[in-house]
């Protein structure tokens, strides 16, 4: 391996050496706030690199497996960013915990790294490695350090139907390599099969296979069974990586997959993912409304909003509106990072004294504008981003998703997004008129790291809405380079 | 190997889905942890069966990396699994799926 190739490689060995300093500190010194300290250094510091290598690229292959360009290191630096506001969020909420929480940073550090991982990943060895890295440490974060019952039960839900979709996907890739002889996209997109008899049915089944196992991981309807449960079981910090990094690193090498191997030229697949994000969208957004906690109001609202993903991944099917499609899911992505960091966020500053059960009941919000003015004001924030109010994020977001839209033509989607924007906004807006109503007050210990994470969470969800321009030359340029 | 001796790639995929097949339904069917964890390594098995016939077929060695590379990651994710399952057992004293499942869905 030469030394450019390393070179391309820094952000992820800057984060493993992080990994493996913290593993050492953590064996001779147990201090909460020194591991939270190096961890959130760590992730900076993987962050810097990453920018550092996106500075003067040399996009190439780093191995067959990897491969390094303006893409993976946008995907990234979306990735650690997520994963730096999620360790400074959680570091309250661990630290009421008791004893023996400094090996969550590691767990929370090994997930990123799996996330870096899919990211880069062009292979699917890769490709599995680091989606096994991401999701064997999520299942020891979700239950760790098993205080409550609720989490354990959410662990073990989420471990046995994970690992379920896992072995499914693995047999799809079996059945396309048993037809294709290669497991590197690029070669897939270049190898010939024979349109008749067994490969035809191998590769049918072997895609189907391999494309319901990633709809579970992204939680789309029909394979969102899970989704609720755990969000709802699972620490709230927790559920915000779940919800983001493990979504982000999945949908980046989805994207990469299909857009390497132009999957977009089969009719099937397109119409069985136009039927995916259609009912995501109207499902999630019907089951949201009847919800009266608010980790499980965003679990449905989460699986709308890759929904309203899906739209702009399937708008990439058509030649001329592929670059603006890429565009559009990239800075919907960032935005839905930022607000449903923010959203747990919230949710975790406010369960930071509560054992077994997160505070997530609809009512105990009653009076939080009168209580805590300004975590009711990063709240409604969210919220408004979450519905697509215009001066946020959000807004911005869902404007691209419908720009690719229509560039692509497809008004059944089109309709279906507008239709599902106008059911998010009643239960988005409710959440906002709860915490306007008087009631008696109930204390709220908010760690200092947490509210300056909060605060600076909104502050980026407010300017990414009002002055979006940066942020769309990156990721107009990242499309430019990958089509 | 004599030609004789040489299976169709076909009859070795259609006896991995079988013992796919056979674990998914363990894994809806079963409701003791342990059996459910069991049937979990069957699917995973079947895979790496798929894998190192379809390797064979194209005579690579790709197919038996995967295989190394599906059973370290079937390793890591048992041992989770079972350390779940002793909590489990410790909270609920049963190692029944559905006594541990106290939320809706």
Known sequence: ?483 | MTEALTIPMEHGLLLASLLFLIGLLGVMVRRNIIVILMSLEIMLNACCMAFIFAGAHWGQTDGQIMFMLILSIAAAEVAVGLGLLLQVFRRFGSLDIDRASRMRG
């Open chain 1, 1 to 483: 391996m030469s030394m450019t190739e390393l070179y391309s490689l820094l952000p992820m060995i800057t984060l493993t050496s992080v990994i493996l300093v913290l593993m050492m500190v953590i064996a001779f010194a147990r201090n909460l706030a020194l591991t939270c300290g190096l961890s959130a250094g760590g992730l900076l510091l993987t962050l810097v690199s990453v920018f550092w290598v996106n500075h003067d690229l040399s996009a190439g292959f780093v191995t067959p497996l990897l491969v390094v360009d303006a893409y993976a290191l946008m995907f990234s630096a979306l990735i650690v960013s997520g994963s730096f506001f999620i360790t400074l969020i959680a570091y309250g909420y661990k630290v009421q915990r008791g004893e023996l929480q400094d090996e969550f940073f590691l767990l929370l550090l090994l997930a990123t790294l799996g996330g870096i991982t899919l990211a880069h990943s062009t292979h699917f060895a890769s490709f599995v490695l680091g989606l096994e890295l991401l999701g064997i440490s999520l299942y020891a974060m979700i239950s760790y350090p098993n205080q409550g019952l609720f989490s354990l039960e959410a662990a073990l839900k989420y471990l046995i139907l994970s690992a379920v979709s896992s072995a499914i996907m693995l047999f799809g890739i079996a059945l396309v390599y048993a037809v294709l002889g290669s497991l590197s996209f690029t070669e897939i997109a270049s190898n010939v099969y024979q349109d008749t008899g067994f490969d035809r049915l191998f590769i049918l089944v072997g895609s189907g296979m391999i494309l319901a196992g990633i709809s579970f991981k992204l939680s789309l309807v029909p394979f969102h069974m899970w989704t609720p449960d755990v969000y709802e079981g699972a620490p709230a910090p927790v559920t915000a990586f779940l919800a983001t990094v493990s979504k982000g690193g999945i949908f980046a090498v989805l994207l990469r997959f299909f857009t390497t191997v132009d999957s977009y030229q089969y009719e099937t697949i397109i119409s069985g993912l136009f039927w995916i994000a259609l009912l995501s969208i109207l499902v999630g957004n019907i089951l949201a409304l009847m919800q009266t906690s608010i980790k499980r109001m965003l679990a449905y609202s989460s699986i709308a909003q890759i929904g309203y993903l899906m739209v702009a991944f399937i708008a990439a099917s058509e030649i001329g509106g592929k670059q603006l499609a890429i565009e559009a899911s990239a800075f919907f992505l960032i935005a839905y990072f930022l607000t449903t960091i923010g959203a747990f966020g919230v949710v975790t500053i406010m369960s930071i004294d509560s054992t077994d059960h997160d505070q997530d009941g609809l009512d105990k919000y009653e009076g939080l504008f009168w209580h805590r003015p300004l975590l009711a004001g990063f709240f409604s924030t969210m919220m408004l981003s979450l519905a697509g109010i215009p001066l946020t994020a959000g807004f911005i977001g869902k404007f691209y998703i419908i720009a690719a839209g229509v560039k692509s033509e497809l008004w059944i989607l089109l309709a279906v997004v507008v239709i599902g924007s106008g059911i998010g906004l009643f239960y988005y807006l409710r959440v906002i008129f709860t915490m306007t109503k008087q009631s008696e007050s109930n204390e709220v210990n908010v760690s200092a790291t947490g509210g300056w994470a909060m605060a600076a969470v909104t502050l980026l969800l407010v300017i990414l809405g009002v002055y979006p321009a940066p942020v769309i030359e990156w990721v107009s340029a990242v499309a430019k380079a990958l089509v």
